[in-house]
């Protein structure tokens, strides 16, 4: 169970607060789709090729759909349908936006041999409502199409909700029949109906998706639409422009019909394989998910990857993305190739400390002279790491360019009213404990935690601090585990800070001594999360000895009490158990997480700080007179050698 308190700007009254919005800043904002309206085509009209070195700006706001103010960011469709650059000096599109420097990186490389090709951006439009795009070598023919926007700010968009990352969810596949038949999909307007919503973690109800769509084995250049089920995709604009033979990669919004689905349609003369793998959802709810952080495109350095190799990159701290905390990163990601080999090959991106997904992101057969392009929504490890892992037979290079990110939201409902006889909170100051059980709602999380029921304050613009607990009901499990790190066990009283990992060791800082007194009574009982009984006693605590135990020791010098200790082993988060090396297996240990956020007026909240906790239990009779099992012997946090917990901990509501 994740425990969790939250710092905001806000008071408490009995009148319901607006609807809160997804994120964890002020400045993101939520997705709302559009039918891939075209902003421009170089090959229609009297439009002309770009020519090498050239630079244009689009008008993007109140064009195509996209509203003439209020928005934070553009998801549009780059593709090139012709250009002269030759196969060893393919040209580079970039896209930025209008008024600011062009940055370095370019989001998609083509060249004679290998158009059409197409790639999707992300990028915010210019103080002058445009967006740039420069063509670096040769005569290239453009078209761009809007996929849709995120308005710059929470709450005033069509959709609530905010973007939710996901573990890659595979939705459809016509090589192995996922989600279809196992046969290709046919050339000349061939359709295929495919379900996303309801579809492994993507709700019913979601609104679009963020998937990469990949394309294969074409017996033809052509194009694939993809639109909402009941739409007419005649009349839509393609999101994927493919070669024949070559594999094709686009990451793309797409947006569900009311039921979930979404219909395919090649237009090439051929059939393909197609596979379309799910990177995360936009939620139509209030609160859930977060909204687009747009920066500049900013190249990160080149990495080689050997054949069948992987790397790792760090991602956090660079183009304005934090080091912790984030929900997914908008990466551009170009494949040269590194050396002699480079054949037929496919490349994944993940989470430094997550699993390997089920779908690659980009693929090529050549790219030794024909780079190839896409853009994914990659979720980054804790502390924003991404592995990139080569499937394929030749050393490759990816260069990869941030185009921005979501920071990691939690849902911050409104609209609960406090309980009977209570009072507003003190602004600045925590809510009393005697509230806090009047506050109720619900919450869920996004980094590697099931969803679960959180108790979460109503908010108000007026301004207040709040501190945030569990719902004790819910029994959530972490995907990794501390337990096994020996420095998480070692007590900040004990003398020169030895490592306690014996019965001896720790008998030193918190046994109790034997005889009567107060110390032994038991304050409180409960049953831990394997049905056994804690006592809770009173204890003691000699400052000068620095030794103790129970209650008295607990609040005195750790700062913490009995609702912490309860919450942490009655719903430990994970390491549990008795510790290795305990002979009698009498000395439990519990561990759980407990993470302060920092809230605005609205709402938005951002993890500021982490403090873990562990709790001793000794279920030995040992020296208690009255026969029980001692309980309770100590709770503490590892805060770098500082015995005292940050107060926040204990003022968690519903602990």
């Known amino acids: 169970m994740l425990l969790v308190s939250a710092i905001t700007t806000t008071v408490v009254s009995a009148v319901p607060a607006p609807p809160a919005h997804a994120d964890t800043s002020a400045s993101g ?64 599109v970039t896209v930025w936006p209008s008024g600011t420097a062009r940055p370095s990186s370019a989001q998609l490389r083509v060249n004679s041999e290998s158009v059409p090709r197409s790639n999707t951006v992300i990028v915010a439009p210019g103080s002058d409502g445009k967006i740039s795009i420069y063509n670096s070598v040769g005569s290239t023919d453009l078209n761009v199409d809007v996929q849709g926007y995120f308005t710059a700010a929470p709450g005033s968009g069509a959709s609530p909700g905010g973007y939710v990352p996901l573990s890659m969810t595979r939705v459809f596949y016509t090589i192995d029949g996922t989600g279809t038949s196992a046969t290709p999909l046919a050339g000349g307007g061939g359709t295929r109906t495919v379900t996303v919503g309801g579809v492994g973690d993507i709700p019913a109800n979601a609104t679009a998706v963020f998937a990469n769509v990949h394309v294969n084995s074409a017996s033809a250049d052509g194009k694939l639409k993809i ?176 185009e921005g990110w979501f920071p990691y939201a939690f849902h911050a409902l409104v609209g609960v009213e406090m309980g009977a006889g209570t009072t507003a909170p003190t602004i600045g100051q925590p809510v009393p404990e005697t509230q806090l059980d009047a506050l109720g709602a619900d919450m869920s999380f996004i980094h590697g935690i099931e969803s679960g029921s959180i108790a979460q304050p109503q908010y108000d613009p007026a301004g207040g601090v709040f501190a945030v607990g569990p719902d004790v009901e819910s029994d959530d499990e972490a995907t990794t585990d501390y337990s096994d790190d020996p420095a998480f066990d070692q007590d900040p009283e004990a003398p020169e800070g030895p490592l306690i990992t014996t019965n001896s060791d720790l008998a030193q800082v918190h046994d109790p001594e034997p005889g009567g007194g107060n110390e032994w009574t038991i ?46 082993t009655a719903h430990p988060f994970y390491g549990e158990g008795p510790k290795d090396g305990d002979p009698n297996a009498t000395r439990w240990y519990y561990d759980d997480v407990y993470t302060l956020y920092n809230c605005d007026s609205d709402g938005y909240c951002t993890p500021v700080e982490v403090s873990y906790v562990k709790v001793v239990v000794q279920f030995a009779v040992a020296n208690a007179p009255d026969g029980k099992a001692v309980g309770v012997l100590t709770a503490f946090c590892k805060q770098g050698g500082v015995p005292r917990c940050p107060s926040w901990v204990k003022q968690s509501i519903n602990i």
């Open 29 to 92: 904002g939520e997705f709302s789709p559009l039918p891939y309206a075209r902003l421009f085509d170089t090959n229609t009209g009297s439009g002309t090729p770009f020519g090498p070195g050239e630079t244009r700006s689009y008008q993007i706001l109140g064009a195509a759909g996209v509203p003439s103010a209020g928005v934070g960011a553009v998801v549009i469709d780059v593709a090139a349908t012709s250009s002269t650059a030759s196969a060893s000096s393919s040209t580079g």
């Open 227 to 402: 639109v909402p089920d009941g739409a007419d995709p005649s009349s839509a604009n393609p999101i994927l422009n493919y070669a024949v033979g070559e594999p094709s990669d686009s990451g793309a919004t797409l947006p569900l019909s009311a039921s979930g689905k979404l219909t395919i349609q090649n237009v090439g003369s051929g059939s393909v394989n197609v596979a379309i793998d799910v990177e995360g959802y936009f939620s139509p709810d209030p609160g859930v998910g977060s909204g687009i952080e747009p920066t500049t495109p900013t190249k990160l350095a080149p990495v080689t990857i050997p054949a069948n190799g992987t790397s790792t990159i760090t991602t956090g701290g660079q183009a304005g993305v934090p080091t912790t905390r984030v929900a997914g990163e908008v990466l551009s990601l170009t494949a040269t190739g590194g050396g002699s080999g480079s054949g037929q090959g496919f490349l994944k991106a993940y989470a430094a400390d997550g699993d390997v997904p089920i779908g690659a992101i980009l693929g090529w057969s050549n790219v030794t002279f024909d780079p190839v392009s896409t853009v994914a929504i990659v979720e980054p490890s804790f502390d924003g790491r991404i592995t990139l892992s080569n499937i394929g037979n030749g050393s490759i290079t990816i260069t990869p360019t941030i």
């Open 523 to 568: 304050l409180a009982h409960w049953n831990d999360k394997f049905d056994q009984r804690i006592n809770y006693r009173q204890g003691r605590w000699d400052s000068t000895k620095k030794k103790g135990f129970g209650d008295i020791k607990i609040r005195e010098y750790h700062n913490l009490n009995k609702k912490v200790v309860h919450a942490s």
